[in-house]
T-cell receptor, first 111, second 113 residues
């Protein structure tokens, strides 16, 4: 069935790198996404990766995809306090625009 | 380009009432999807509309319904509200080309008393 799993909490020091991990089940997913949600706000699309790619870099963000293990990760370089938020991994399922989300990883950045 | 807008931002209703939420997608986007976010169940897909037709549906009871107008604006309706319907309802719009990026609005916070 459709399922996306993420660890629930990550704490890092300001300036360090953060790595948020995600596993998914739908091998037919065409795209995989990372969204960020700040308190009281909607979801902000951070980046996405096409299923035939292994890696995508976008400024401080690096996405790695291991399709064999159905594992996705998001690395944030030089993490700042403004990066504190909940990060959601999502896969497309059943075609069209149905997204299946993980439970979200709360990233806490401390000085 | 203006983002996705949702109205109202906050709503308080009582059990048994019905509610209508509105979503205006990004100009040029023809697909609108709705999601429910709760602390217990997380983010769950409700349905998607494209060109005024429901194209995909999640596992929600028939009390949850929606529609889309010719200008791509969408509404969702929840009838006979239950306490468990209290949630943040998020709308996302997407263009029909490219990588299916979905852009979310700020959400409508519904509280059922």
């Amino acid at each position: 069935g459709e399922d996306v799993e993420q660890s629930l909490f990550l704490s890092v020091r300001e300036g360090d790198s953060s790595v948020i991990n995600c596993t998914y089940t739908d091998s037919s997913s065409t795209y995989l996404y990372w969204y960020k949600q700040e308190p009281g706000a909607g979801l902000q699309l951070l980046t996405y990766i096409f299923s035939n790619m292994d890696m995508k870099q976008d400024q401080r963000l690096t996405v790695l995809l291991n399709k064999k293990d159905k594992h996705l990760s998001l690395r944030i370089a030089d993490t700042q306090t403004g990066d504190s938020a909940i990060y959601f991994c999502a896969e497309t399922s059943g075609g069209y625009n149905k997204l299946i989300f993980g439970a979200g990883t709360r990233l806490a950045v401390h000085p | 380009k203006a983002g996705v807008t949702q109205t109202p931002r906050y709503l308080i209703k009582t059990r048994g009432q019905q509610v209508t939420l509105s979503c205006s997608p990004i100009s040029g986007h023809r697909s609108v999807s709705w999601y429910q976010q709760t602390p217990g169940q997380g983010l769950q897909f409700l349905f998607e509309y494209f060109s005024e037709t429901q194209r995909n549906k999640g596992n929600f009871p028939g009390r949850f319904s929606g529609r889309q107008f010719s200008n791509s604006r969408s509404e969702m309706n929840v009838s006979t509200l239950e306490l468990g319907d209290s949630a943040l309802y998020l709308c996302a719009s997407s263009s029909t080309s490219g990588n299916n990026e979905q852009f979310f609005g700020p959400g409508t916070r519904l509280t059922v008393l």
